[in-house]
C-alpha cells in the first residue's frame, strides 16, 4: 500500500516495509527489536481502528510516520518530536557515538547544541559525556517546549537547560569546549523542489538566506567568540558544502566521512576560526 501510494522515505526509514513497520510497531507499542510474529498477540477493534487512520493519514497527507506517532529515534534514543521540531535524522549521531575523536583530545565539560531543535543532539552528548553541562539554544520558543520535554525524559534536569536565543544573541559571557549545530541552511529554491513530506516540518528549521549560507556563515563569524580554547565547533551545512567551499575556499575545512551515511558536516577548531575570521565577513 506504502509503496504503490509512492511516497518518499527520508525522516529514519528508507523503505516502504520498514516505514511500515515503525508506524505499526509505535502504534502498538511494540519493540522494534522483538518478533512480532511470535507474540500471538490478538488485536483489538480499537487498535485496528487507529492503525487505519494513521495508515490513511501517512498516505493522504503524506505526513512522516514520526509525527504520526509522536517519536523518532537517534543516537539509539528515543525522543518526542512533533511538528513544532524538525525529525531527528543528522549523520553528526555518528560523531557522538564515536564521542568526537580524534577532533576532541579531551571530554568537553560544556557542550552548546545551537539550533536545537528537540534537543536531540545535546542529549546525546550529555549522556555521552558524562560530567558536561550542555546548554540548548534556539531562536523557536516552541521548539524549546519539546526539547525541555526531552531533557526531562532522560533526567538531564540538573546538567541540560534550553536557552531562547537567536543563534548567540543570548549566551553573552558564556563559553564552551564543544559546539555542535545543525541550523537552518536550506535554501527558499530548494526547500520548493523537496518532497512533499518536508513541508510538515517547520520552514523556520530549514530556510536560510543567501542559498542556504546565511545562517552557517554568521555561525563561522561568531563561533570563535563561544569557545574555550581548543574547542571545536561541529557544523552541519549538508547540500551547502560545495557552495560553502567556494564561497571560502581559503578555509581548509575538515569534512568528516560517515560509515553510516551521509555527509555535509564540517569540523574547525576555535583556533582556526579566529586565524580565518576575516574570511566569513
Known sequence: MFNEAELFYGHGTS?????????????????????YERSGRILKSSELAELDAR????????KPVA????????????????????????PISELIQ???????????????????????IGIACAL???????????????CLVVAEENIGRYDLLDRAQ??????????????????????????????????????HEPRLALLSDEEGLAIPLEILRQ?????????????????????LCKRIPEVPFLWMEFAQGGDGVLVIRAEELHHYRECFI
Not at 534550553?162 to 543563534?167: K, P, W
Open 55 to 62: 495508515v490513511e493519514l501517512r498516505i493522504r497527507d503524506r
Open 98 to 120: 564515536n564521542r568526537f575523536e580524534p577532533m576532541l583530545k579531551l571530554p568537553p565539560t560544556t557542550i552548546l547544541d545551537l539550533c536545537c531543535g528537540s534537543g536531540c
Open 128 to 142: 555521552e559525556f558524562a560530567g558536561a553541562r550542555v546548554d540548548l539554544s534556539d531562536a523557536s520558543s516552541e
Open 223 to 243: 563561533a570563535e567568540t563561544y569557545l574555550n580554547p581548543g574547542g571545536i565547533l561541529v557544523l552541519e551545512v549538508g547540500s551547502g558544502a560545495e557552495a
Open 162 to 199: 534550553c536557552v531562547n536565543s537567536d543563534l548567540f544573541a543570548s549566551l553573552s559571557g558564556r563559553s564552551y569546549d564543544l559546539i555542535v549545530s545543525n541550523p537552518p541552511y536550506v535554501s527558499m529554491a530548494e526547500v520548493e523542489s523537496l518532497p512533499f513530506e518536508y513541508h
Open 67 to 90: 509525527y504520526i506517532v509522536g517519536k523518532a529515534w537517534f543516537c539509539g534514543l528515543v525522543f518526542s518530536v512533533d511538528e513544532r521540531v524538525l525529525i531527528p535524522r543528522s
Open 15 to 35: 523503505t516502504p516495509i520498514d516505514d511500515a513497520i515503525y508506524l505499526i510497531f509505535s502504534t502498538l507499542d511494540i519493540d522494534l527489536s522483538s518478533d
